[in-house]
């Protein structure tokens, strides 16, 4: 019989709220016969406040034995910017090789977005997850004085590059209109841009069936806004895909609807789940917020373990289930037990 072995991260802020219905909605959608076996690992701001850890190497370890990791949410103000960040969750991206980083916008029915009406929007973003200005390459001079130098490395490897540009491709490939945009800046950035648009010019030539476009990030950033239906999959550097996915979310119904995971398409490491959005503080505990990032985040993780039937199932339940909001608010745990009973078969 099946079985998926998920390990859990509940994180910070609304990630445990967030958390709770994912795993509600998992449960509901999983057929009888696949036995989900869920192991919980405390790490985030309270963990670190507690012992000063964020990552310690027994937990990365014992993360790797599991099929699949979901994650809520990484980051409190009670912390310093970039110990979380870097030490938790960038290190889990780093260490499980994720170098697809998958963020799907889709606009729903009857969501808050200045696109409403609009023809269908429905494209991917591949951000390449594990290079970049991430890697922690730079440093500072004369630190904290009017002399300061501050410098932040963007690494780009041939083999970084081309790997997410392959797997983008064949993303494209499968998908009905085949059509594949880069996005870069490579009339400023031109080392790094050189070798974007070269291996994903060589790449393009083993799949004669793909359409290929190039934008510099500015300028993609205007047409998702006013065009947003000329994408279909989007391949970009680990800062440009960070920041055009927030914008993707915003126009296509808001960050509380967008998922992403962050994958290692060779299997070696488990891939890892999450919502788009942070730990949102200001709300957390609170029952406010919507936990529907987390459940979309949740098919993508079915999917990639190749439960393909219930992915779907759960992004028509979120479709159904956004077509008959009506702007009444509801809880997070109301929110999840609409959907986990749209799901249950
Ligand atoms: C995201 C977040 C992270 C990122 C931060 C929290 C490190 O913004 O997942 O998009 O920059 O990748
Ligand atoms: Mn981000």
């Known amino acids: 019989s099946r079985s998926i072995n998920l390990a859990v991260i509940p994180g910070d802020g609304i990630g445990q709220e967030v958390v709770a219905q994912g795993l509600k909605v998992l449960n509901a959608v999983l057929p009888e016969d696949v036995k989900l076996e869920t ?7 309270r963990r670190w406040h507690r012992t000063g850890e964020t990552l310690p190497d027994a937990e990365l370890e014992a993360l790797k034995e599991h099929d699949a990791i979901l994650l809520g949410a990484i980051g409190d103000p009670s912390v310093p910017s970039g110990v979380l960040e870097r030490g938790l969750l960038l290190k889990l991206r780093f260490a499980f090789d994720h170098f697809v980083n998958l963020r799907p916008s889709k606009l729903f029915p009857n969501t808050a977005t200045p696109l409403a009406g609009r023809p269908e929007i429905d494209f991917v973003v591949v951000r ?10 730079g440093g500072s001079l004369r630190t904290g004085t009017p002399a300061e130098v501050a410098t932040e490395v963007s690494v780009n490897t041939a083999y970084g590059v081309e790997r997410v540009v392959r797997d983008a491709f064949a993303r494209a490939q499968a998908r009905p209109r085949k059509k594949l945009t880069l996005v870069h800046k490579n009339n400023v950035l ?10 994903f010019d060589k790449v393009a030539a083993e799949y004669p069936d793909v359409t290929t476009d190039y934008l510099h990030v500015d300028a993609a950033t205007i047409f998702f806004v006013t065009q947003p239906e000329r994408f279909d999959v989007i391949v970009t550097d680990n800062l440009f895909g960070d920041i055009i996915t927030d914008l993707a979310a915003a126009v296509t119904g808001g960050i509380g609807l967008a998922a992403s995971g962050n994958i290692n398409p060779t299997g070696a490491f488990p891939s890892m789940f999450e919502p788009v959005h942070g730990s949102a503080p200001d709300i957390a505990g609170q029952g406010k917020a919507d936990p529907t990032a987390t459940i979309l985040s949740v098919a993508l993780l079915l999917r990639h373990l190749g439960y393909e039937a219930q992915a779907a199932r759960i992004e028509e339940a979120v479709s159904a289930d956004l077509a008959e909001r009506d702007g009444t608010a509801r809880t997070t745990d109301a929110i999840g037990d609409a959907l986990a009973g749209r799901v249950a078969g």
């Not at 192991?39 to 701001?45: I, N």
């Not at 390449?128 to 390459?137: K, Q, V």
């Not at 031109?190 to 291996?199: E, P, S």
């Open 190 to 199: 031109v080392f790094a841009g050189h070798l974007w648009k070269n291996t």
């Open 39 to 45: 192991k919980e690992y405390d790490l985030g701001a």
């Open 128 to 137: 390449e997850g594990t290079e970049g200005p991430y890697t922690g390459n």
